[in-house]
């Protein structure tokens, strides 16, 4: 099962953070006062910098470049919202809520920042806070990947146990953009961990026969065939997956399988 991290693995599925919104911006260094348009330039390489350096797991780095950020942006509201990321990996959510809090005041209508919020909040056990984000977000006119925003709220939903929410949202997200595989990976999953195989091997075929394929999607059609006795099915998959996605941690986990097929 699933929980909702920031990462960009389908292991489990990520909660999309807007790191887009947050554009890297290479500066030559000055010493003389700076134009407010470089002021700005500036906070935003430190933001980058500090997220950077927070995947790395350096938090003082990324402390020292989110802090000089603040000290170039301070009404900026991704600045507050990548501090908000840092005091989380800090294990102090006062502040982070403080700070998300911040940034949600300063750009209320801007969809990056309630994403972001939102994965803060399903990642700290507050489902339906996270769930109305997303929503919110998924229905702002500005926001440019609505189907991520309701797939990231059926994890959040999953996560809490609410699975018959979580498919719903899982279509959604397929509506609104049939070749998204984030979203078929989780519902067929979702179909796979409930027993109903015939419907999961259903959303896999009509997805891979008709969209790119991936790693995750092979890997649970062979464990889905597996599940009904068929064998040829599974090796077709396996196959396809050991082809096109070599080296890859599915690859791995298939190995796995087949040395511990029970």
Do not use: W
């Not at 554009?23 to 348009?37: F, K, R, S, Y």
């Amino acid at each position: 099962m699933s929980n909702p991290v920031n990462t960009t693995s389908h292991h489990p599925l990520p909660l999309h953070l807007a790191a887009g919104a947050l554009i890297l911006l290479l500066l030559a260094a000055c010493a003389t006062p700076q134009h407010p348009n470089k002021i700005r330039d500036a906070a935003a390489y430190n933001v980058q910098l500090g997220i950077a350096y927070l995947h790395q797991g350096d938090v003082a780095l990324a402390k020292d470049k989110l802090d000089r950020a603040l000290a170039e942006a301070p009404n900026s509201a991704e600045v507050h919202s990548a501090r908000a990321m840092l005091f989380e990996r800090m294990h102090d959510p006062d502040k982070a809520d403080a700070e998300f809090r911040t940034s949600l005041r300063l750009a209320p209508h801007d969809p990056d920042v309630v994403n972001n919020y939102a994965v803060y909040l399903c990642q700290n056990g507050r489902t339906d806070e996270g769930v109305r984000r997303f929503e919110e977000a998924a229905h702002n006119a500005l926001y440019r990947t609505p189907e991520a925003a309701y797939t990231n709220a059926g994890v959040c939903l999953r996560a809490a146990k609410r699975d018959d929410e979580a498919r719903a949202n899982f279509g959604r997200a397929l509506q609104i953009r049939p070749n998204f595989a984030e979203a078929a990976y989780q519902l067929t999953e979702l179909e796979f961990q409930h027993g109903e195989l015939a419907p999961a091997r259903a959303g896999i075929d009509a997805f891979i026969g008709s969209y790119d394929a991936t790693a995750d999607l092979l890997l649970l059609g062979v464990r889905v065939a597996r599940a009904q006795g068929d064998r040829v099915g599974a090796q077709r998959y396996a196959r396809r997956l050991q082809v096109d996605f070599p080296g890859t941690d599915q690859a791995r986990a298939l190995a796995e399988l087949d040395h511990n097929p029970g």
